[in-house]
């Protein structure tokens, strides 16, 4: 089946803008990541969704950033007001549980939306 | 708190010289998972392999290695007979066992193979 897809692939904003990115994860799968990249960095986590419960939001970096998942599949990261500092790379994954007695469920990753704020 | 630390940040090799990437973690938890991801210019993670912390042995999986030290903490990456197509940025990363097992990332290794 398909993958994990995002979009748009690039987006470029002007510092004040509001963007709306667009996960759509594998079918079926619970479990709905956001990971933001910053140039030159490893992945950092964001939010975390099960199904449409929203469960950990620890790692939004401002109340300018807001995720939501309402009907437990597509999900939508919004920021408002971007600031140059935004310019990154967002990554969704999904993942589900598999078979009973799995102890990992695997993270499949989208191909991610490139943000620069102008 | 756990953390993922990649000292190398860029590796220049020769096509089929053999390279190793370090990785270095930090966590309190006895059970966790490490993994290797790769990074290619298009931007997609692809996932090389998962390693739970109660086995140690070492995998290889064709050209590539992997070799896990708990008593260093320690999970290292290492790819024989490197080929332009290797060229990437490799990330190794940790999760918990507990919750919903979000990945926490070092910083990565750019690996440049050139002909």
């Known amino acids: 089946g398909a993958g994990v897809s995002q979009s748009p692939r690039y987006k470029v904003a002007k510092r004040g803008q509001d963007v709306a990115l667009r996960c759509d994860p594998i079918?079926?799968?619970?479990?709905l990541f956001w990971y933001q990249q910053a140039l030159g960095q490893g992945p950092e986590f964001l939010t975390y969704?099960?199904?449409?419960?929203?469960?950990?939001k620890s790692g939004l970096p401002s109340d300018r950033f807001f995720a939501e998942r309402p009907e437990g599949s597509v999900s939508t990261l919004k920021i408002q007001r971007t600031q140059q500092e935004d310019s990154a790379v967002y990554l969704c994954?999904?993942?589900?549980?598999?078979?009973?007695?799995?102890?990992?469920?695997?993270?499949?990753f989208g191909p991610g939306t490139r943000l620069t704020v102008t | 708190a756990q953390k993922v630390t990649q000292a190398q940040t860029e590796i220049s090799v020769v096509e089929k010289e053999d390279v190793t990437l370090d990785c270095v973690y930090e966590?309190?938890?006895?059970?966790?998972?490490l993994f290797w991801y790769k990074q290619p210019p298009s931007g997609e993670l692809v996932f090389l392999i998962r390693?739970?912390?109660?086995?140690?042995q070492n995998e290889i999986s064709g050209r590539y290695s992997w070799n896990f030290q708990k008593s260093t903490s320690s999970f290292n990456f290492t790819i024989t007979a490197s080929q332009v197509v290797d060229s990437a940025v490799y990330f190794c990363?940790?999760?918990?066992?507990?919750?919903?097992?979000?990945?926490?990332f070092g910083t990565g290794t750019r690996l440049l193979v050139s002909p």
């Open positions: 079918s079926g799968h619970v479990s």
């Open positions: 994954a999904s993942s589900s549980p598999g078979s009973e007695g799995q102890l990992f469920y695997e993270q499949y």
């Open positions: 966590t309190r938890d006895t059970t966790y998972y």
């Open positions: 390693r739970n912390s109660f086995d140690e």
């Open positions: 990363a940790l999760s918990l066992n507990t919750g919903f097992q979000k990945l926490v």
């Open positions: 969704f099960q199904n449409e419960a929203q469960l950990d």
